[in-house]
């Protein structure tokens, strides 16, 4: 059974940093990439960053220069380092996976993973 929990969430100035973490349990996917996504109240599901188990990285363009995403294969924990935070960031922030790295790499990230956490939330103020 695959288990995603999320944690690092916290409520921050705009310009703060936060580092999200996710631990992955019951989940192999070798070929597979790992995601964010985020979703703001009223507003639809937004993927953040992607890492294919190729390497290369993706991101949002909202994002990018802003976020990095990265894993730590020996304890399969996802992380998102978050910096120069602004309000607009503010949502629940999830780990998803369930996507082959090849999907992930098609195209901008995407909110479309079959598998996510119960998430973290993110509040930056002005």
């Known amino acids: 059974q695959i288990h995603l929990v999320e944690s690092g969430g916290g409520a921050v100035q705009a310009g703060g940093s936060l580092r999200l973490s996710c631990v992955a349990t019951?989940?192999?996917?070798?070929?597979?990439?790992m995601a964010w996504i985020r979703q703001a109240p009223e507003k639809e599901p937004e993927g953040v960053a992607v890492?294919?188990?190729?390497?290369?990285?993706s991101y949002a363009a909202s994002v990018k220069g802003r976020f990095t995403i990265s894993k730590d294969n020996a304890k399969n924990i996802l992380y998102l380092q978050m910096s120069s935070l602004k309000p607009e960031d503010t949502a629940m922030y999830y780990c998803a996976v369930g996507r082959p790295s090849w999907w992930c790499l098609a195209g901008p990230p995407s909110s479309d993973f079959p598998y996510r956490g119960q998430g973290t939330q993110v509040t930056v103020s002005p």
């Open positions: 019951g989940y192999r996917g070798e070929n597979d990439c």
């Open positions: 890492l294919p188990s190729t390497g290369n990285t």
